[in-house]
């Protein structure tokens, strides 16, 4: 890169970083300025601009305020208050995020649920919500009335466009229940005492162990998630967002909506992605930003021409996960004028921001701002847990080596660590004694390699944990409930990489009991009544035996490297697909996965 070509380069990335850091700047942890009078302050400066817009409706600022407020009131009607849950499980539609902003005006905490899950799953979800009441729609209430049984409290459950003749006496239509509240805003009294530091939302993420963990996510980091997008992509009350990720996720529901929603833009929101109707949406809407995960970009490239692909008002896409083979094709093909990558976790304190465009890094953290920036990468062990110097001090990696990323916990903004409704799950991300005597540091599970000019590249999820469909898989979860599986004595749960798909594919080594076949109906059915649909496996392979080699871990890096591969493994291959749920794979199938004429 040419001298003018790389102070250009530095002034793109230095202006991107101070844009965010002047919108951040405002918060502080023991503020009494909460996310619900960030939104407000939009709302009283662009009252008559459209807020949200779905499949069937617009809502301007008032409009979006008042149902918001109707729900506020109803909540209060009710005498729910400060500390108190609601649990939030339905599609994206408008009263997504009025339904949260509502509540948060008079302290109620709302745990956003995956729409996805169903069973056991979901029913774990509800009982660590701590919520009494549920607000859902017509198309997911069923779930939750179906895993009732497994739920350890007395639930209501109030549903959007139920209609009373489906209501019981404890499942009620929603929008009866909030027609004779209130629209008038609740006053600011109500939260007084309240600050940045109380819980605003719970949002679950897939640990590395087990079922899905609460992410405590407080005032403060709500508004930095907001915020610091509303400052990075530089957006106007003109902008228009186009999001189809889900609105329990903070990459859609909070870093999406807020880039727009604090700057007087319009959020349109659609039920879920669809790859025949993205670009002639995009055009329709007039669109000029969008948020992604990686995977959708790569759907897109995988899929054949549409006329609208390149006849759109897109200046910029952000988001995370798009990997450097699709960067480039998906850039140029569809004429998208900037991309804008970003890392981080839903509960870490670790940000990365990519504001100079390097295709497939994640983020950059320049040498002059090392100080100011919460990213250190350290060196593992073959067991992934931290190498040790003889002064007990963990050790960082060489420049372009891979390591795990970690972030300091501190009490200011940028260092803030709240962890998990689950404290114990909280104490296992937190790493101690690392640079110095008493010093604590959020374990991303992440590895992550740096270049010598600062920037940052994703390697891989450490431990169990594993991305696919854009959600985290967590084995354990997989493990426990497939080992109960009719005629399975052990289940080892892991993903395997296929060349062209995002994340990793879902697979089972199998140990049944002896002279046992596999059952793939039984075994498909166990999968879909106890597993949300990206966790199931795609893969089952049986073994004769679980105990190959030296550690459990030793033993699922060999699998892994085996893939789905019927020239490598001895034992038979199934597939998802076919009659029973699964089929014996073939190299004709196999074959077609790896071309993407077989979708998985």
């Not at 466009?161 to 489906?166: I, T, V, W, Y």
């Amino acid at each position: 890169m040419g001298m003018a070509a790389n102070i250009k380069h530095e002034i793109r990335f230095v202006g991107g970083l101070l844009r965010l850091l002047r919108r951040i700047k405002p918060i502080t942890l023991d503020s009494d300025v909460l996310i619900c009078d960030d939104i407000e302050e939009a709302v009283d400066k662009y009252p008559d601009n459209v807020a949200f817009e779905d499949e069937t409706r617009k809502l301007t600022y008032r409009e979006f305020e008042a149902l918001a407020n109707r729900y506020a009131n109803w909540a209060a009607g009710r005498n729910l208050k400060r500390g108190d849950t609601i649990a939030l499980i339905m599609h994206n539609r408008v009263e997504y995020v009025a339904a949260w902003f509502g509540f948060s005006k008079i302290g109620v905490t709302t745990a956003l649920i995956n729409n996805n899950l169903t069973g056991p799953a979901l029913a774990h979800c509800l009982n660590i919500s701590g919520g009494f009441n549920v607000i859902s729609d017509e198309d997911c209430w069923q779930a939750v009335d179906d895993a009732r049984g497994l739920v350890e409290r007395d639930m209501m459950l109030w549903v959007l466009g139920l209609g009373e003749a489906n209501e019981s006496n404890n499942r009620r239509d929603f929008d009866n229940a909030v027609r004779s509240a209130s629209s008038v805003r609740p006053q600011r009294s109500i939260r007084k005492g309240l600050t940045n530091r109380d819980t605003a939302l719970y949002i679950y993420t897939s640990g590395t162990t087990g079922l899905p963990k609460a992410a405590r996510i407080t005032h403060t980091r709500a508004r930095t998630y907001m915020r610091a997008f509303a400052g990075a992509t530089g957006s106007t009350q003109k902008d228009v967002l186009f999001n189809v990720l889900p609105l329990y996720h903070s990459t859609g529901g909070l870093v999406g909506v807020g880039s727009v929603l604090l700057n007087g833009g319009r959020v349109v929101t659609r039920r879920r992605f669809s790859a025949t109707n993205f670009w002639p949406d995009v055009k329709a809407t007039g669109a000029t930003m969008f948020v992604y995960i990686g995977e959708l970009c790569r759907y897109l490239v995988n899929s054949p021409e549409n006329p609208d692909e390149r006849a759109h008002k897109l200046r910029l896409a952000f988001g995370n996960g798009l990997r450097p083979d699709v960067w480039e094709e998906f850039q140029s093909r569809f004429n998208i004028g900037n991309i804008l990558e970003f890392y981080g976790s839903t509960e870490g304190n670790v940000s990365l921001f990519n504001f100079g465009g390097k295709a497939g890094a994640i983020g950059r953290v320049p040498g002059y701002l090392k100080s100011q920036l919460n990213l250190r990468i350290i060196e593992l062990d073959d067991n992934g847990e931290p190498i040790r110097l003889p002064n007990g001090m963990c050790k960082l990696v060489r420049v372009g080596d891979t390591g795990e990323a970690i972030g300091v916990i501190g009490s200011s903004v940028k260092h803030d660590f709240t962890g998990y409704a689950d404290k114990a799950a909280t104490q296992k991300k937190i790493l101690t004694d690392v640079f110095k005597k008493g010093d604590r540091w959020f374990r991303t599970g992440d590895l992550m390699r740096q270049d010598k000019d600062g920037y940052v590249f994703f390697m891989d999820r450490l431990g169990d944990t594993f991305r696919w469909k854009g959600e985290n898989v967590s084995t354990a979860e997989v493990e426990q409930h497939l080992s109960e599986a009719e005629g399975v004595q052990e289940v080892i749960a892991y993903g395997v990489e296929i060349a062209g798909q995002d994340g990793k594919a879902g697979m089972v080594g199998l140990v049944l009991d002896p002279d046992t076949s596999f059952d793939a109906k039984a075994f498909a059915a166990r999968a879909e009544a106890e597993l949300p649909t990206y966790a199931r496996p795609i893969f089952v392979r049986i073994m004769e035996s679980a105990s190959t080699t030296g550690t459990f871990k030793y033993r699922k890096v060999d699998l892994v490297a085996d893939g789905f591969d019927p020239d490598k493994v001895k034992g038979v291959i199934y597939v998802r697909g076919g009659e029973d749920g699964y089929q014996e794979m073939t190299k004709a199938i196999r074959k077609d996965i790896l071309s993407g004429k077989m979708r998985l």
